[in-house]
């Protein structure tokens, strides 16, 4: 079927009796055959031919709005490793157990169609296309709708930055890339030169995809400081007015949030205040500060960090380098001051998919660290004033690693893909060893979660810990917005402690990073107090006889705090 050509070098035409699920490429001056470049669906892989689509679904939750973003409690999860059949339909069937856990939100890592069958999801070449060995688009859209009808919202990994190695055709249609900038995974896409409204259509029409037809609630950005874009009206900025209109038009709950990692408070702030608009960003100092203190480990980016203060900053603020301070790691002054944004405008974690991965043993925070400690980090970012995150299997203390893996067909990408890895370690991150071949199916393997791990009796309890850490989360009138505004932190160097007052004084946090037990006078705002949650309490897996039931202060009060251990205390 021949394509008329229009103005703007777009090629166009309507075909009459085309149903879902036929097959189709595109065959480009009367010779070479590709598929789609905005495919909705690869069914044979990257290399094969497009299929149609039906936008239309059989949606079952109807009157599904979304969830305010201060409400989100966020799962991140990688659908491959998830479960062992690896799929939409296997991963649908966990979220029962999400919701009962207190989990919001589910973040699925990238599945946009990517070469073979195991990615981490970050060399996707058809941006709208659901991932094939995942279950296509219909499968996709049933675990959205299933999330939606157990009240979870659905978060998105995409990625508009860069175009993934093998299968990528986008050269052949036209000035996709750019040669002015590079990335650090290859090409950088032309956001910005000659002929890049309709890179920017290409990119805005997969983000509408998603969030409309597929009623995706939110989308996290890849890696934005990436997006090199010198534009008056920056791609971000447009990417953020059409996804407002959507939302205006829907009547539904969407959101955009960024993985910066620049401490750029113009990620989030107000278009009208000269900001890009996006609703949240992810936030790696608090995981920092927490990782150093409980690990003791400093490569890398970890250097920057050192002691109580660091960790406090970034608990009271979103961030610790806030424009103040030369980070040798980046090799400049970083960031911009946070104290001003809401909580809501940061996702903190304990560790998450890179912080994992980017490890040469690929090894889980459960795996470097005592139970005590786990719960106490946990603890510290479940109660936080920021969007909680829990990576896959954090909340029974899951050891299994998580490395990084791919299944490309070409040999000479398999070993530069290899060798790269290693290099990047080394050099980048300041880990020493030999990681496991990405391309080895056995590196894959091990990373699947398997279900008789959290049935253990130290699993149970763990989960019930952080069950009940997000009831008082959810429940208690110390954790309400404006967190952040009504929050102050301080440091105690003895016992090494940072304690936390919340809500004005309606809540107190004590985290407790020492080695040995703590019995004595510590800082807390005057008044009666009565204990809530202690993480080593039995009933939780510790081991018992730790904080008093009640404390007295003025100005100071008699405590007992076991090693690595959060306690939380409400005014009574």
């Known amino acids: 079927m021949p394509l008329g050509k229009t103005d703007g070098g777009f090629f166009t035409g309507i075909a009459d009796n085309v149903p879902p699920g036929a ?16 495919s909705l669906s690869q069914p044979d892989g990257v290399f094969g031919p497009s299929e149609v689509v039906d936008a239309e679904f059989d949606w079952q939750a109807h009157y ?39 989990v919001t939100a589910v973040e699925l890592m990238p599945v946009a169609q990517f070469p073979g069958a195991r990615n981490w999801g970050y060399d996707g070449v058809f941006p709208s296309a659901a991932q094939s ?22 978060i998105l990994d995409v990625v508009y930055n860069h175009m993934g190695p093998e299968g990528c055709r986008l050269r052949e249609f036209g000035p996709y890339f750019t040669d002015r900038f590079t990335t650090p995974w290859g ?15 290409y990119f805005i029409q997969s983000a509408l995809w998603w969030l409309d037809d597929c009623r995706v609630d939110a989308l996290r950005l890849d890696a934005t400081s990436t997006l090199l874009d010198l534009s008056e009206r920056p791609f971000l900025t447009e990417l953020a007015e059409a996804v407002a209109d959507l939302g205006r038009r829907s009547s539904r709950l969407v959101h955009l949030i960024a993985e910066h990692l620049r401490n750029d408070a113009r990620v989030v702030r107000p278009r009208e205040l000269g900001g ?24 890398g980016p970890y250097a920057e960090f050192s002691g109580l203060p660091d960790l406090a900053k970034a608990y009271a603020e979103g961030w610790t380098f806030d424009g103040s301070r030369y980070n040798s790691w980046r090799g ?32 889980r925070a ?12 946990l603890g510290a970012v479940l109660l936080s004033p920021y969007l909680p995150m829990l990576f896959m299997g954090d909340e029974y203390g899951e050891t299994a690693p998580f490395h990084f893996f791919a299944d490309f067909a070409d040999p000479g990408l398999r070993e530069a893909v290899r060798a790269g890895r290693q290099r990047e370690l080394a050099e980048h991150f300041g880990w020493s060893g030999t990681p496991p071949d990405p391309n080895d199916p056995e590196t894959f393997a091990v990373c699947v979660l398997a279900p008789k791990r959290r049935e253990a009796p130290g699993a149970v309890r763990l989960s019930a810990f952080v069950r009940e850490a997000l009831r008082l989360r959810r429940e208690h009138a110390a954790f309400k917005e404006p967190a952040k505004e009504r929050m102050k932190v301080a440091v105690s160097e003895a016992p090494p402690a940072l304690v936390v007052s919340r809500a004005a004084g309606r809540g107190l946090l004590v985290l407790h990073f020492g080695d040995v037990p703590f019995e004595g006078e510590l800082a807390a705002p005057a008044g009666r107090w009565r204990l809530m949650l202690d993480s080593s309490a039995e009933s939780w897996g510790g081991p018992g006889g730790g904080a008093p039931a009640a404390l007295a202060s003025s100005g100071t009060a008699n ?4 090693p690595k251990s959060l306690v939380f205390y409400e005014a009574m």
Do not use: C
Not at 26 to 35: I, Q, S
Not at 139 to 151: E, I, K, N
Not at 343 to 358: E, K, L, M, T
Not at 559 to 562: D, E, I, M
């Open 559 to 562: 405590v007992r705090l076991n």
């Open 64 to 102: 599904w709005l979304g969830h305010p973003l201060a409400d989100y409690v966020i799962y991140e999860l990688h659908v491959g490793t998830f479960t062992k059949e690896g799929t939409f339909d296997a991963a649908a069937r966990e979220l029962s157990r999400l919701k009962d856990l207190g």
């Open 187 to 201: 090409p950088a896409l032309n956001m910005d030169g000659a002929h890049s409204d309709a890179v920017r259509a």
């Open 366 to 377: 459960a795996s470097l660290v005592s139970g005590e400690a786990h719960k106490l980090a």
């Open 276 to 299: 890009f608009g996006l609703d949240s960003q992810w936030a790696d100092d608090l995981h920092h500060g927490l990782h150093v203190l409980l690990t003791g480990e400093r490569p």
């Open 332 to 363: 400049r002054t970083l960031g911009t001051p946070a104290g001003a944004l809401p909580g809501r405008r940061f996702v903190a974690y304990w560790q998450n998919h890179d912080q994992v991965g980017s490890r040469v043993d690929g090894a």
């Open 133 to 154: 060995t995942y279950g296509g688009p219909d499968a996709f859209r049933r675990f959205v709708d299933a999330a939606h009808r157990r009240g979870i919202a659905v």
């Open 23 to 38: 097959r189709y490429v595109l065959r480009l001056d009367g010779e070479a055959e590709f598929p789609d470049p905005a």
